[in-house]
């Protein structure tokens, strides 16, 4: 069974960091490109960070240089460090975990960013 477990998120004032980590399991997790989405409150599900399996990343332009993507494949885990958080980052954070065919999805964590 394949499975995804977020954590990490919560509340915090405008500035501040949040690490979040999802742990896969149920699948060959080192051979999957690794990704966060986020989705705010009437908007669509939008990548923010993406990591493959050989650990090159690619962030979206709006949180560039404030989030850092990395993964241990040995603890099936992949972070999400973000810092000076805007109102605007708040959100839903999903993991997401991609090969191929395959695209597996965790239930999401929370985000919020308010003062």
């Known amino acids: 069974q394949v499975d995804l477990v977020e954590s990490g998120g919560g509340s915090v004032q405008p500035g501040g960091t949040l690490r979040l980590s999802c742990v896969g399991s149920?699948?060959?997790?080192?051979?999957?490109?690794l990704s966060w989405y986020r989705q705010a409150p009437g908007k669509e599900r939008e990548q923010v960070a993406r990591?493959?399996?050989?650990?090159?990343?690619n962030y979206a332009d709006s949180v560039q240089g404030r989030f850092t993507i990395s993964r241990d494949n040995a603890k099936n885990t992949v972070h999400l460090r973000m810092k000076n958080l805007k109102p605007e980052d708040a959100g839903i954070y999903y993991c997401?975990?991609?090969?191929?065919?395959?695209?597996?999805w965790g239930q999401g964590t929370q985000v919020t960013v308010s003062s």
């Open positions: 997401n975990a991609h090969r191929l065919t395959n695209s597996y």
């Open positions: 149920g699948f060959s997790f080192s051979s999957y490109s």
């Open positions: 990591i493959s399996y050989l650990s090159d990343t």
